[in-house]
């Protein structure tokens, strides 16, 4: 019993601080979640893997650091365990709404100011694939929605509504399973799974890793500069078909540069290894000088140092899991491989 208070008041410590926590097992919501104070977690219950046994899933919107997204399988003895939590961004607060249907399809509702982003996801094989969804759009101008199946890669849109209502049919590229965890909860980030490229179709794999990259975007792992990797196919390593490589650049006088380096490779057990390298130089000083004037510049001590940090990941399963990073390859070791 003293060990169970321990572990108790630990997590609500560290709910007080901002950082939620998903307990293994218990009874009902309030056993099993310690959202941070101030956040609301959005829940629903319902039979995900359709054994006869309600399920229960859970939401805490607005929070930036730690998993905020977890299922629980009910069990015999009327408890609740533990599936699997998830770092996903939900950054709608009050506008994030769950549901799940008859059929145990878990349905995830993200209201926005220009209309709603509805994902859809079923418990098979072990995991919760994602099966559907719809990127509405008809509180904006363009006043349209676009109905997705990724099962049958079918797509429907339509335009306007009323007497000028338009619906066009069309279909979508044969995509990989694709799990919960493995994108963002954007359509806005998700473009990629419904056009085909100009230069060809990605493959399974290029898919799966774009939405690593999309998931670290939306979950601010990666500094905003890294904006765009938009086919991280074009240019694999040489030597290793499974590694992709991106990198980004920025350089501001009178602010800072900023250099930053993606690696993404694909182990044998079927997991992910993600490096990260990013440096950061300075420039702040440059503002103060006048470079136009005839005296000697004297630049302050230390100017144009770089600040280089390293993170790693194991990506398993929708979830990162940082590790230790023990060396990283410069790009022109890189480019000896």
């Given at each position: 019993m003293k060990a169970f208070y321990l572990t108790?008041?630990?997590?609500?410590?560290?709910?007080?601080?901002?950082?939620?926590?998903?307990?293994?097992?218990?009874?009902?919501?309030?056993?099993?979640?310690?959202?941070?104070?101030?956040?609301?977690?959005?829940?629903?219950?319902?039979?995900?893997?359709?054994?006869?046994?309600?399920?229960?899933?859970?939401?805490?919107?607005?929070?930036?650091?730690?998993?905020?997204?977890?299922?629980?399988?009910?069990?015999?003895?009327?408890?609740?365990?533990?599936?699997?939590?998830?770092e996903v961004l939900l950054p709608y607060g009050d506008n994030t709404h769950l549901s799940i249907t008859d059929a145990g399809v878990v349905r995830i509702q993200l209201d926005r100011d220009e209309g709603a982003d509805i994902f859809l996801f079923r418990f098979e094989k072990g995991d919760f694939r994602l099966i559907g969804g719809k990127k509405d759009r008809h509180k904006s101008s363009e006043n349209y929605d676009i109905s997705y199946n990724y099962l049958t890669n079918k797509m429907i849109r339509t335009d306007g509504s009323g007497g000028s209502r338009k619906v066009t049919n069309g279909d979508l590229p044969k995509l990989p399973v694709i799990n919960f965890g493995w994108i963002p909860l954007s359509y806005d980030m998700l473009d990629y799974l419904h056009?085909?490229?100009?230069?060809?179709?990605?493959?399974?794999?290029?898919?799966?890793?774009?939405?690593?990259?999309?998931?670290?975007?939306?979950?601010?792992?990666?500094?905003?500069?890294?904006?765009?990797?938009?086919?991280?196919?074009?240019?694999?390593?040489?030597?290793?078909?499974?590694?992709?490589?991106?990198?980004?650049?920025?350089?501001?006088?009178?602010?800072?540069?900023?250099?930053?380096?993606?690696?993404?490779n694909k182990r044998q057990d079927g997991a992910y290894w993600i490096e990260m390298s990013e440096s950061f130089t300075d420039r702040s000083f440059e503002a103060d000088i006048d470079w136009e004037s005839d005296e000697e510049i004297e630049l302050p001590e230390g100017a144009y140092e770089e600040e280089t940090s390293e993170g790693g990941w194991i990506f398993r399963d929708g979830q990162f899991i940082p590790q230790e990073v023990t060396q990283t390859a410069s790009p022109a070791e890189r480019s000896e491989d």
């Open positions: 108790a008041l630990c997590a609500l410590s560290l709910a007080a601080w901002g950082q939620p926590v998903f307990e293994n097992s218990g009874k009902s919501l309030s056993d099993v979640c310690h959202a941070p104070e101030g956040k609301t977690p959005v829940s629903v219950q319902g039979d995900i893997n359709k054994d006869g046994i309600k399920d229960l899933v859970i939401a805490i919107p607005e929070v930036y650091d730690g998993d905020t997204f977890a299922f629980y399988l009910g069990q015999k003895d009327g408890s609740l365990s533990r599936f699997r939590s998830y056009a085909e490229p100009e230069d060809g179709p990605m493959t399974p794999d290029d898919i799966l890793v774009m939405g690593i990259f999309r998931v670290m975007q939306a979950n601010e792992m990666l500094f905003w500069h890294f904006c765009d990797w938009d086919n991280p196919y074009r240019d694999p390593r040489p030597a290793d078909e499974d590694s992709w490589y991106a990198e980004d650049d920025y350089m501001s006088p009178g602010s800072y540069n900023y250099y930053a380096t993606l690696d993404i």
